[in-house]
């Protein structure tokens, strides 16, 4: 079982990204998927969650209306897309599978996490 992260790279303030967390020997849509951020030596941070069932969405409050998170069942892959980027924006984002439903609980720097993948660099920088 494999979570790659990619998509992440060096951006100007008010920019756009688009990550993705594609998945080998594990089928995505069956799993709530995290996307986290988290700098080394730092505590991680909930950013977004997509539920595999019909529950809601769940964004961390610094990128409501700015971020969205989607998935691609098709390609075994979701998608963080991520616009008008701020400098405090910059980390290492990874994803991973979390339990259900999405919530500050299971985000959160104590939810538990399943399969992890390894992380993508965003700069938001001018």
């Known amino acids: 079982v494999q979570l790659q992260a990619s998509g992440g790279g060096l951006v100007q303030p008010g920019g756009s990204l688009r990550l993705s967390c594609a998945a080998s020997?594990?089928?995505?849509?069956?799993?709530?998927i995290g996307w986290f951020r988290q700098a080394p030596g730092k505590e991680r941070e909930g950013v977004s969650c997509a539920p595999a069932g019909d529950s809601s969405k769940w964004y961390a409050d610094s990128v409501k209306g700015r971020f969205a998170i989607s998935r691609d069942n098709a390609r075994n892959t979701v998608y963080l897309q991520m616009n008008n980027l701020k400098p405090e924006d910059t980390d290492i984002y990874f994803c991973?599978?979390?339990?259900?439903?999405?919530?500050?609980?299971?985000?959160?720097?104590?939810?538990?996490?399943?399969?992890r993948g390894q992380g993508t660099q965003v700069t938001v920088s001018s």
């Open positions: 991973a599978t979390v339990g259900e439903p999405c919530t500050i609980g299971t985000m959160g720097p104590r939810g538990r996490l399943g399969y």
């Open positions: 020997g594990l089928t995505l849509d069956y799993y709530a």
